[in-house]
């Protein structure tokens, strides 16, 4: 008894719970020291806080985590901030991705700025995976992409064009035009009649213009600082303003979409069958009377709209004016496609699009132009939402994946040497898998994949039918500006402006 007098009875069962506690904590440490740690990619050393951040100061993101991966391979982990990014640099390592582990990287990560824009996500192009957004595909491409429309898509397209011809002749002789400008006015005219009917309202009728709304929209849709850094980003996007910039942004996109709807509400008992636009359709399937099985709610409409506003115009437009870029730098190119567009139509007035299929060289070059110039040269990030291995590294669940398509497309292992320059015949005997990724793969492919090159190859073939181009003030024509800018698009810095001069068919 004498050892309970000199040690109290407290101090012994205090003496015996922290002997337990380190007793379980050395087991613990022991066992997990005998469980093999995960093999993850490489990554560059990384700092404090900003995790690899500091590597794309000062530079283009997808070219800075290009020479990255000539560094540290083609599968490589990248941290901005807390949050881990798996680098995809290669085909073989784009195609694990994309359809081997499709099913596991077929999420998106979460953003306040998405899930702002889409209405808590309820979109087709951010939303996470999930029964909704499949119905919500199978709508966009029924009602938008699919048969039903193509018809009126071809005939709008048709016309368009035909303005912009008329437009670019009746302009004065020897002074550029601005193809930006031509351009975007035509997409934006077949993509909007389609989904919003002819008299679709242009502009907003309050706030910023159109382009300008939709620019803003693609800004935010990138994401804020909150993202990658949890505590301090959101601080900083509080005192900074871009919370604020996200609101206005969105009370400006909800307004015009609101619009929208409230024009097709009015007319909805008026227009045939013939005149029903996308819009129609989804007011119908969100009635009471719809009898598809999937009744869609106002934020549904709203949130289709909006991917239709984002992801319908400014893709088509930055690949008709890259082609055009390339097309013009290129004299020998430029003759080669002519010859073949101006032989295929000799016996018509005009460009058919039925001409379309017969131009071989033509199809290479667009697919030439979405090979260096994809659209958006790192996708939009796919999230791992399970354990897998690519390229034989562990992936943590939470991980995104960004894939570079711009690297991918222009790697001299996949392309040769001559992989930086615009070589059209390239693709005379080259079968394409994944050595060019512009509309992504698996089940986030984007929908419009097989539109879109469609549309730019129309409009290329009627500029060089009916005009002879070239570059303005004495410049050559390998040296026209090609600077690129942007993140989630890629746009052309300075806008393209080329000199046009009416073709003479009585020649």
């Given at each position: 008894?004498?050892?309970?007098?000199?040690?109290p009875?407290w101090?012994?069962?205090?003496?015996?719970?922290?002997?337990m506690f380190?007793?379980?904590?050395?087991t613990?440490i022991?066992n997990?020291?005998?469980?093999t740690?995960?093999k993850?990619p490489?990554?560059?050393?990384k700092l404090?806080?900003?995790g690899?951040?500091?590597?794309?100061?000062?530079?283009?993101?997808h070219?800075?985590?290009?020479?990255?991966?000539k560094?540290y391979?083609?599968v490589?982990?990248f941290?901005i901030?807390?949050k881990?990014?798996?680098i995809?640099?290669?085909p073989a390592?784009?195609?694990?991705?994309?359809k081997?582990?499709?099913h596991?990287?077929?999420s998106?990560?979460?953003?306040?700025?998405v899930?702002?824009?889409?209405?808590?996500y309820?979109?087709?192009?951010?939303?996470?995976?999930?029964?909704?957004r499949?119905?919500?595909?199978?709508?966009l491409?029924?009602?938008f992409?699919?048969?039903?429309?193509a018809?009126?898509?071809?005939?709008l397209?048709?016309?368009?064009?035909?303005?912009?011809?008329r437009?670019?002749?009746?302009?004065?002789p020897?002074?550029?035009?601005?193809?930006?400008?031509l351009f975007?006015?035509t997409?934006?005219?077949?993509?909007?009649?389609?989904?919003f009917g002819n008299?679709?309202r242009?502009?907003?009728?309050?706030g910023?213009?159109w382009e300008?709304?939709v620019?803003?929209?693609l800004?935010?849709?990138g994401?804020g600082?909150?993202d990658?850094?949890p505590?301090?980003?959101?601080f900083?996007?509080?005192v900074s303003g871009?919370?604020?910039?996200?609101?206005t942004?969105?009370?400006?996109l909800?307004a015009?979409i609101?619009?929208?709807?409230d024009?097709h509400?009015?007319?909805?008992a008026?227009v045939?069958?013939d005149?029903?636009d996308?819009?129609?359709a989804?007011?119908?399937?969100s009635?009471?009377?719809?009898?598809s099985?999937?009744?869609?709610?106002k934020?549904?409409?709203?949130?289709?709209?909006?991917?239709?506003?984002?992801?319908?115009?400014?893709?088509?437009?930055v690949?008709?004016?890259?082609a055009?870029?390339?097309?013009a730098?290129?004299v020998r190119?430029?003759q080669?496609?002519?010859?073949?567009i101006?032989?295929?139509t000799?016996?018509?007035?005009?460009v058919d699009?039925l001409?379309i299929a017969?131009?071989?060289?033509?199809k290479?070059?667009?697919?030439?132009?979405?090979r260096l110039?994809?659209p958006?040269?790192?996708?939009?990030p796919?999230?791992?939402?399970?354990?897998c291995?690519i390229?034989?590294?562990?992936v943590?669940?939470?991980?995104?994946?960004?894939i570079?398509?711009?690297?991918i497309?222009?790697?001299?292992s996949?392309?040769?040497?001559?992989?930086a320059?615009?070589?059209p015949?390239?693709?005379e005997k080259?079968e394409?898998?994944?050595e060019?990724?512009?509309?992504?793969g698996?089940?986030?492919s984007?929908?419009?994949k097989n539109?879109?090159?469609?549309t730019v190859e129309f409009v290329?073939a009627?500029l060089?039918?009916?005009?002879d181009?070239?570059?303005p003030?004495?410049?050559?024509?390998?040296?026209?500006?090609?600077?690129?800018?942007?993140?989630l698009?890629?746009?052309k810095?300075?806008p393209?402006?080329l000199?046009?001069a009416?073709?003479?068919w009585d020649?």
């Open positions: 008894m004498e050892i309970f007098t000199i040690f009875s101090l012994l069962t205090t003496a015996l719970v922290f002997f380190f007793t379980f904590l050395y613990l022991s997990r020291s005998s469980i740690a995960p993850l490489p990554n560059p050393p404090p806080i900003i690899n951040l500091h590597k794309l100061i000062g530079k283009p993101r070219q800075a985590l290009w020479q990255l991966s560094e391979g083609p490589m982990l941290y901030g807390s881990p990014y798996l995809i640099s290669s390592m784009a195609k694990q991705v994309l081997t582990h499709d596991i990287f077929c998106r990560p979460l953003s306040k700025g899930k702002r824009l889409t209405y808590n309820l979109d087709i192009a951010f939303s996470p995976p999930s029964d909704h499949r119905e919500m595909r199978k709508i491409v029924s009602e992409l699919g048969p039903k429309r018809r009126l898509f071809n005939h397209l048709v016309s368009e064009i035909e303005t912009m011809v437009s670019i002749g009746s302009h004065p020897n002074v550029a035009v601005n193809l930006n400008k975007l006015a997409v934006k005219g077949v993509v909007c009649k389609v989904a008299n679709y242009q502009q907003p009728i309050k910023p213009s300008v709304l620019d803003e929209a800004e935010m849709l994401g600082l909150g990658s850094f505590w301090a980003g959101r900083i996007d509080y871009w919370n604020d910039k996200l609101e942004c969105f009370t400006n909800d015009y609101e619009s929208i709807i024009d509400k009015n007319q909805i008026e045939t069958d005149e029903k996308f819009v129609h989804l007011l119908e399937l009635s009471e009377d719809n009898t099985g999937h009744r869609l709610t934020e549904d409409v709203k949130a289709l709209i909006m991917d239709v506003l984002t992801g319908g115009v400014d893709t088509t437009l690949t008709l004016v890259w055009m870029s390339e097309i730098r290129s190119v430029k080669k496609l002519q010859t073949e101006r032989n295929h000799r016996r018509t007035p005009k699009v001409d017969k131009m071989t060289y033509l290479m070059v667009v697919k030439e132009t979405l110039h994809a958006a040269p790192l996708l939009i796919h999230e791992c939402m399970s354990h291995q390229g034989g590294y562990d943590i669940p939470g991980t995104s994946a960004l570079n398509a711009w690297g497309g222009r790697d001299p996949t392309w040769g040497e001559n992989a320059d615009f070589y015949e390239r693709f080259f394409v898998d994944f060019m990724v512009p509309f992504g698996g089940r986030r984007c929908p419009a539109m879109a090159p469609a290329i009627n060089l039918y009916w005009f181009w070239e570059v003030d004495g410049v050559k024509s390998e040296d026209l500006n090609m600077q690129e800018e942007g993140i698009v890629l746009h810095k300075v393209l402006r000199v046009p009416k073709y003479n020649d």
